[in-house]
T-cell receptor, first 111, second 111 residues
Framework: DAGITQSPRHKVTETGTPVTLRCHQT?????MYWYRQDPGHGLRLIHY???????DKGEVSDGYSVSRSKTEDFLLTLESATSSQTSVYFC??????????FGPGTRLTVL | QKEVEQDPGPLSVPEGAIVSLNCTYS??????FMWYRQYSRKGPELLMY????GNKEDGRFTAQVDKSSKYISLFIRDSQPSDSATYLC???????????FGQGTRLTINP
């Protein structure tokens, strides 16, 4: 158990609505990551954080924003959800020697 | 061309067989190599980690890195139906803040 929880675990929403996903860790790690996973594309990095209030973009950041006001929480926001953002979202933390440990995932459906 | 190439499969083998999973990469700066196992509807879990070249063994699993060929492998001996999952390779360079993932290989072990 990597000490990572994600909420909600499942969400169905409508196009155009804002959505916020939460990642919570209990081990005080500096680096946290948000990925999406889609068939045929594997895991793709959306945003990551290297400290409180320190974030950077990944390869698929358009349409997403993040915030990290506390070490333990990393939030992913879809400002105006689109059907192309239907996906499974994983949060991860970085531990020793670049290894990453993943949360259980959030399954998001945008209708 | 992707930085990391992994055959998505699917790969289906009988129980007890030796399984070989592979990834190739193009970035000679990669030094940290990982294999993740992902069961259906679960988050990826770290299975094996190797630094630089060489072999690493853990029970029925062996990870090999050949940096001269830019090729990594995961071998599973005496495969079991419980090994049925998607296996993702991942790697990073020293000092990099991000992992680069392969697309994942879907493996089924038939009883």
């Amino acid at each position: 158990d990597a000490g990572i929880t994600q909420s909600p675990r499942h969400k169905v929403t409508e196009t155009g609505t804002p959505v916020t996903l939460r990642c919570h860790q209990t081990e005080n790690h500096r680096y946290m990551y948000w990925y999406r996973q889609d068939p045929g594309h594997g895991l793709r990095l959306i945003h990551y954080s290297y400290g409180v209030k320190d974030t950077d973009k990944g390869e698929v950041s358009d349409g997403y924003s993040v915030s990290r006001s506390k070490t333990e929480d990393f939030l992913l926001t879809l400002e105006s959800a689109t059907s192309s953002q239907t996906s499974v979202y994983f949060c991860a933390i970085r531990k020793e020697e670049d290894t990453q440990y993943f949360g259980p995932g959030t399954r998001l459906t945008v209708l | 061309q992707k930085e990391v190439e992994q055959d998505p499969g699917p790969l289906s083998v009988p129980e007890g067989a030796i399984v070989s999973l592979n990834c190739t990469y193009s970035n000679s700066a990669f030094q940290y190599f990982m294999w993740y196992r992902q069961y259906s509807r679960k988050g990826p879990e770290l299975l094996m980690y190797t630094y630089s070249s060489g072999n690493k063994e853990d029970g029925r699993f062996t990870a090999q890195v050949d940096k001269s060929s830019k090729y990594i492998s995961l071998f599973i001996r005496d495969s079991q139906p419980s090994d049925s999952a998607t296996y993702l390779c991942a790697m990073s360079a020293r000092g990099a803040q991000k992992l680069v993932f392969g697309q994942g290989t879907r493996l089924t072990i038939n009883p």
